[in-house]
């Protein structure tokens, strides 16, 4: 019993010291996954704590449970808009950008390490793959506004190219202790059977789920074990059936997240803190197998190779796989950046370990070091590099915060409170005078004042500073948050000061500022116009520079049209 209890507190003062950390770690731009690593790494053997571990059986567990939960909580969030957006390159990445990262590399690696190339592709196979539970993490605790055609793409990527990734790893596993059972045919059989069950189990999970969401009645407490344990349910029989379990359980929680009913909406926070606890657990775990003394030995290696995957072979491979697609080149770069390596290395590195392949360890070592690099160099400066290539948004209005209060199945209201900012159309003026045109039906539903709840009476007037709450369309909170918003100079330098209508057609623009067009883009409406430059789906921050006169999409509307342009004159 006492062991027991021992266990239970040194894993309690693990996670708590891992959280508390996090704290210090966000003041230094430290990325959190990274603090997690570093406090298993310094309980282990060799740092303060001297906890012995070395179960590589149970490290594969904890990381495949871990993944499989933080695959479904990405699903969940993860919107059908994300997949008209950036199916098609996402795929590409997913799959031939995979290959082409791992060839490069590999490559690299058996002339660089002198070792045998079936183990220098097998390394490269383990790093090849950008890792979901890094790009989630990382990408949504920046604080950076990306339009929304990089940050579907760098998700669905990390969503999707598991498959691959374990294709290549298995494939050269079996070249090493098996060659004889291993060819062409096989590999191909195994990558159908991986892709194929992993998008059947997925859509099939996940509509049945939803459906099953949608006609049960729980305790709301219940609604979060229900999806989680389906997800696992998902992964689980995916696996034995031989198809991919990440794929399907990634692909499950999208479905369910996009079928909105009030059993799906309240569970979100909860999801939430279940993804952090399997974070945290996996990389404490993590950091727990890994020896600090191999690690700083394999650590001069390591650096090298981490460099030649960052600046080499990501860029090219993400090159080749997006030439084809409207993205600009600042875009390609900065997708090639983001390319961040976490927990599914780790876990992929550990399979050659439990295999008995020769020079497992040394591949072990060397993934763990790429890992911690790859997260010290690209996670930390995500914002940095999102600012230096220019494919950043101006922070904007939205609500303070959004409840919803469902009151049947299928019928719910918005809450949405907003902050009132000095010099914003919303100060001294009354709240029910938000409530105009299109927003019409909002209606007011509480005033705080320094903490307090003030009486909403005709003559009441706002300040800056107080929090208002009001029932609203929950479509239209981004809109109603820019009457609470003060001057916001950081849009009007990004978009312009002036607002120009899509319907408006470009050679009419042309001749009123002397501007340079093409005669066969005259006659074009300007929505048209950057459907032409940017393909059917632009978004928000596509500029078209016109002998500098900047035009750049402002706004979009649900259905993905262009609602807004803004125009910005040259000085």
Same mark, same amino acid.
């Given at each position: 019993?006492?062991s027991?209890? $021992?266990f ?19 003041r ?8 997690f ?21 149970f ?7 871990? =993944?499989?939960?933080?695959? &479904?909580?990405?699903?969940l ?6 997949f ?16 082409? $990262? ?13 070792i ?20 989630f ?27 691959m ?16 059972? $291993? ?12 892709l194929? &069950? ?13 459906k ?34 990440f &794929? ?18 309240h569970?979100l926070?909860?999801m ?24 700083i030995?394999?650590?001069p ?5 981490a460099?030649? =995957? ?9 090159? $080749?796989?997006l030439?084809f697609?409207s993205?600009?080149?600042?875009e ?15 876990t ?26 790859? =997260? ?7 914002p ?11 922070p ?29 159309d ?15 039906d909002?209606?007011i ?5 320094n ?21 609203l ?9 820019q ?18 209508n899509?319907?408006a057609?470009v ?8 501007l340079p ?11 048209? =116009? ?10 928000a ?22 609602r ?6 040259p000085?």
């Amino acid at each position: 019993m006492d062991s027991l209890n $021992t266990f239970f507190l040194i894993i309690a003062l693990l996670l708590f010291i891992s959280v508390v950390a996090s704290r210090v770690s966000s003041r230094f731009g430290m990325p959190l996954l990274l603090v997690f690593l570093v406090v298993g790494m310094l309980a282990g053997e060799e740092g303060l704590g001297g906890i012995k571990f070395d179960n590589f059986a149970f490290a594969n567990m904890v990381g495949q449970l871990a =993944l499989a939960i933080i695959l &479904l909580d990405g699903g969940l969030r993860t919107k059908f808009d994300s997949f008209r957006l950036a199916l098609k390159p996402a795929a590409v990445l997913a799959t031939w950008g995979v290959i082409a $990262t791992v060839a490069l590399l590999g490559i690299f690696a058996t002339f660089f390490l002198n070792i045998d190339w079936k183990l220098g592709v097998l390394m490269a196979a383990i790093v090849g793959s950008t890792d979901a539970a890094a790009v989630f993490s990382l990408l949504r605790s920046s604080g950076v506004r990306l339009n929304s055609r990089i940050s579907a793409t760098l998700e669905l990527e990390s969503g999707c190219n598991d498959p691959m990734a374990i294709l290549l790893v298995s494939a050269f596993i079996g070249l090493i202790m098996n060659p004889a059972e $291993t060819d062409s045919a096989s590999m191909l059989t195994l990558l159908a059977t991986q892709l194929g &069950l992993g998008l059947f189990s997925g859509y099939a999970a996940g509509k049945l789920l939803a459906k099953i969401l949608e006609r049960i009645s729980l305790a709301e407490g219940l609604y979060a074990i229900l999806i989680a344990s389906g997800g696992l349910l998902v992964f689980a029989v995916t696996n034995l059936l031989g198809g991919s379990g990440f &794929l399907a359980v990634y692909l499950a929680g999208v479905f369910i997240g996009n079928s909105r009913n009030s059993s799906t909406e309240h569970v979100l926070n909860v999801m939430d803190g279940l993804a952090w606890l399997a974070q945290a657990s996996m990389f404490l775990v993590l950091g727990l197998l890994v020896s600090p003394a191999r690690l700083i030995e394999t650590g001069p290696k390591a650096v090298v190779i981490a460099a030649f =995957l960052i600046f080499a072979a990501r860029p090219l491979a993400v090159w $080749t796989s997006l030439k084809f697609f409207s993205y600009r080149s600042r875009e390609v770069a900065y997708i090639s950046w983001v390319g961040l390596r976490g927990a599914v290395p780790i876990t992929l590195a550990i399979t050659p370990v439990m295999m008995d392949v020769p020079g497992s360890l040394m591949l072990f070592d060397v993934a763990f070091a790429v890992v911690i690099l790859s =997260l010290l160099i690209q996670g930390a400066t995500i914002p940095f590099f999102a600012r230096l290539l220019k494919v950043d948004l101006p922070p904007k209005p939205e609500p303070l915060s959004q409840r919803e209060i469902w009151l049947a199945d299928k019928l719910a209201v918005s809450l949405q409170s907003f902050k009132v900012e000095a010099n914003s159309d919303a100060e001294d003026s009354h709240p029910s005078a938000m409530t105009r045109d299109r927003f019409s039906d909002g209606r007011i539903f509480a005033l705080l004042r320094n903490g307090e709840n003030i009486a909403v009476l005709p003559s009441t007037q706002m300040k800056a500073g107080d929090i208002v709450w009001f029932i609203l369309d929950e479509r239209l909170g981004d809109d109603f948050a820019q009457q609470f918003a003060g001057n916001n100079h950081g849009e009007q330098t990004f978009f312009g000061a002036f607002n120009l209508n899509p319907e408006a057609i470009v050679g009419d623009l042309a001749e009123a500022y002397g501007l340079p067009v093409d005669e066969h883009e005259r006659n074009l409406r300007l929505d048209e =116009l950057f459907r032409r430059r940017f393909g059917d789906m632009p978004v928000a921050g596509d500029c078209i520079d016109l002998n500098g006169f900047k035009i750049t999409v402002k706004e979009l509307d649900n259905k993905a049209q262009i609602r807004q342009l803004g125009l910005k004159i040259p000085d």
